[in-house]
């Protein structure tokens, strides 16, 4: 297929021109809406198609990688044909989709019917993070990642599997799987705040009729995020290798090549662009990532 009379955004810049497609996928890009340069792209157009964009605008799809499309056990709040639809609409092109489903996305089997519901019901590209299995069991996290998953999800506040986040051992645990199998472990980091201030603030909710997004920052605070980042760096990484110094753990860490994707506010990924910066000091590429996002169930 050909888009042609197309304006194309590249690099920075809007251009004139057309795109080839074969098979799905980009294989070429003309930069003009010369005659001879366009027949070139005819020439090598396998299934004749052509479409006249009419000056439309061609962007690079979005990608967002965290997403939930609930579907299995929560059709009342999406589905995949609802969710993957909005997002085509809205320029998204591919999806990461989260575990908490119901059942949860913990099992070989569970993420097998995962995966098998989505096919023929999705309208973009959708990727699946798996959630961990019970007692952090390797072997069956083997078995999910050969389905195709692009990571783990965790989540200490609200664990998909009886599993305690808030432990070292159970993290150490997760971080030598990363890097025996170099899978990513996405962090939904958060500690919990104390059942006091949740009552107390649960109480002015109802009592004041804050606004729910304020009650809901204040029931998930940016401090608790930035508190489990430190816990993950610091204290896990310290205990794990046994190394007082920033500099030696990270060095380690990179040696093992785990790769952790935290979710966080833009408080918590500042204070990892701080570490990221640490590590750029002694000229090595960071093994560690974060993506700002607002927290939600």
């Known amino acids: 297929m050909i888009l042609k009379n197309a304006r194309i955004y590249f690099d920075g ?7 080839l497609i074969n098979n799905g996928i980009i294989s070429q890009i003309k930069f003009t809406t010369k005659a001879k340069e366009f027949k070139e792209l005819v020439e090598k157009n396998q299934d004749g198609k052509e479409l006249d964009c009419q000056n439309k605008l061609i962007l690079p799809g979005i990608i967002d990688i965290h997403s ?3 579907d299995m056990g929560q059709k009342e709040k999406e589905t995949f044909l609802t969710g993957t639809m909005a997002a085509a609409f809205s320029g998204i092109t591919t999806i990461f989709n989260m575990p908490n489903t119901k059942p949860p996305a913990i099992t070989e089997n569970q993420v097998k019917l995962w995966i098998k519901k989505a096919k023929k019901h999705i309208y973009i ?5 798996a959630g961990v299995p019970n007692e952090i069991d390797e072997a069956e996290i083997e078995r999910i990642i050969d389905l ?11 664990p998909l599997n009886g599993i ?3 432990k070292s051992a159970n993290i150490q645990k997760i971080l030598i799987i990363s890097s025996k199998y170099q899978v990513p472990i996405f962090i939904h980091a958060a500690f919990p705040i104390s059942d006091f201030e949740r009552e107390q603030i649960t109480e002015e909710f109802k009592i004041q009729k804050i606004p729910i997004l ?4 204040r029931l998930n605070p940016v401090k608790k995020e930035e508190e489990f980042i430190n816990f993950i760096f610091l204290s896990v990484a310290a205990k794990f ?3 007082l110094r920033m500099e030696l753990i990270i060095r380690q860490l990179e040696v093992m090549g785990n790769k952790l994707i935290i ?6 990924i500042f204070l990892l662009r701080q570490i990221r910066r640490c590590i750029g000091y002694y000229g090595r590429p960071s093994p560690f990532q974060g993506r700002s996002c607002f927290s939600h169930g």
């Open 164 to 166: 305690d986040w808030n």
């Open 241 to 243: 290798f046994k190394l």
């Open 214 to 217: 304020e009650f809901h920052n």
């Open 13 to 19: 810049l809007i251009h004139n021109g057309a795109i």
């Open 263 to 268: 979710f966080g506010d833009k408080d918590s």
């Open 148 to 158: 195709g998953v692009l990571g783990f999800k965790i989540y200490p506040l609200s």
């Open 68 to 70: 939930h499309l609930r």
């Open 125 to 129: 590209d959708v990727g699946f993070i």
